[in-house]
């Protein structure tokens, strides 16, 4: 059963709300539909098309669509032909996804501090971290925020690094004007539900470089290709004919999927701009509320928010995180905490990682959470966030 609301009373809202939600309408279902009833359920048109679109979007040469936001990060860290021995430096508050597909091929992950403002992993601290093992940065946009992505892009070309750009927070972002998906060496994003814009589960990876691209294109499936140009024993017997020339994996996006993506693509302003209407409404909301910090931003980046991460200042609350998050819910305001530091999982233990890595990420992770923000809550469920929010605060002010 439900806790009472803080004062004893009724919860701000009758029904819950939670962080994160998707947005689908008929012609997504439509949409949808109209695959199923084609010849090609997967392997089809609608997968071309759909990369197609993302290039035009965001001004990419090249894309590959994936069936998850996790197998974009794989196949970039294969792409960019990491493996034992190899590191790979990522920033702890995110997803486990960001630092696993180092794992995944054998390398270790390294993690570098976090911006004490912004969230995003600190320049600085890249450089810091460097070794001659390093190979690639795995720069996290957390929240839809970019990365200081040319402070980055000048460590890795200084170095010799690959800068891998994980997006699953950040599509329709821009950077100094151009869209997030052209700017890294490879950009990853993720379709997952609460994401900007959904495919049910999907993902893609996009970049400028031809080189990239035919890997990524080999190693999301199976590393088998049909370009004579590419096989060892050409010419081949004939027709049915393919090689096999790495070991890659079924990352494939369906074609069910990427007709869903390519409808929701075709709203994407609306969503986003939606998304930055609720930002700046809570940002003005906050504003005069001491015990709330709110993420800063830094002026390159027009973010497309996926998440709006609150920090309290717990020094000027008599309460703990938990029992602010738990108020919350007792209001029927769902939130969220992104993320635990990844470092801190038993798995990552177990490799010998320690607590204490990233001083300030692990501090601002001691106060975060995430509080709704999807482009289909009404100006309702944003005041009920606004006055929920308030309503703890005021509870457990200090003094
Ligand atoms: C920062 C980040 N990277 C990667 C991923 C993995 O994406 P997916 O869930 O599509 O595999 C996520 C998903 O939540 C994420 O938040």
């Not at 029904?15 to 012609?27: A, P, R």
């Not at 004939?238 to 020339?245: C, D, K, S, V």
Request: with cysteine.
């Amino acid at each position: 059963m439900d806790r009472l609301a803080i004062d004893g009373g009724k919860p701000v809202r009758e029904n819950k709300i939670y962080y994160g939600k998707q947005w689908i309408d008929e012609d997504d279902v439509a949409a949808v539909a109209a695959v199923l009833r084609s010849d090609y359920v997967t392997c089809g048109p609608k997968v071309d098309e759909l990369e197609k679109a993302l290039c035009e979007y965001t001004g990419a040469k090249y894309a590959v669509a994936l069936n998850s936001g996790t197998s974009a990060l794989h196949c970039a860290i294969l792409a960019a032909g990491i493996g034992p021995g190899d590191e790979v430096i990522t920033t702890p508050i995110t997803f486990a996804a960001s630092a696993n597909c180092a794992l995944y091929c054998g390398a270790r992950p390294v993690f570098a501090d976090i911006d004490k403002d912004t969230y995003n992993i600190d320049p600085e601290s890249i450089r810091a971290h460097i070794t001659e093992r390093t190979k690639a940065v795995v720069a996290v946009d957390y929240t839809g925020q970019a990365v200081k992505i040319d402070e980055i892009r000048q460590i890795c070309d200084e170095h010799g690094l690959v800068f891998i750009e994980d997006a699953a927070h950040s599509f329709a972002t821009q950077y100094k004007g151009k869209k997030v998906g052209s700017l890294a060496d490879m950009t990853c994003f993720s379709f997952h539900p609460v994401k900007t814009i959904t495919a049910g589960e999907g993902g893609a990876v996009l970049t400028n470089d031809e080189e990239l691209y035919k890997k990524l294109v080999l190693f999301h499936t199976h590393g088998i290709t049909h370009d004579e140009k590419l096989m060892e024993d050409a010419p081949h017997e004939g027709p049915w004919y393919y090689e096999q020339i790495e070991l890659g994996y079924n990352y494939r996006i369906t074609d069910i999927q990427a007709g869903l993506l390519l409808s929701q693509l075709a709203k994407i302003d609306k969503f986003a701009s939606r998304r930055k209407e609720i930002v700046r409404r809570y940002n003005e909301a906050f504003a005069d509320v001491p015990e709330i910090i709110v993420q800063k931003e830094i002026p390159e980046s027009d973010s497309c928010r996926h998440l709006y991460v609150i920090r309290l200042d717990l020094d000027k609350l008599s309460c703990s995180r938990r029992q602010f998050f738990d108020a919350l819910n007792a209001e029927n305001i769902v939130c969220q905490i992104h993320y635990v530091p990844a470092y801190w999982f038993p798995y990552y233990r177990h490799l010998g990682y320690e607590k204490g890595l990233c001083p300030v990420a692990e501090e601002v992770y001691a106060g975060i959470m995430s509080i709704p923000l999807y482009p289909k809550m009404t100006d309702d469920d944003v005041e009920d966030v606004i006055r929920a929010v308030k309503k703890v605060t005021d509870n457990y002010r200090k003094g």
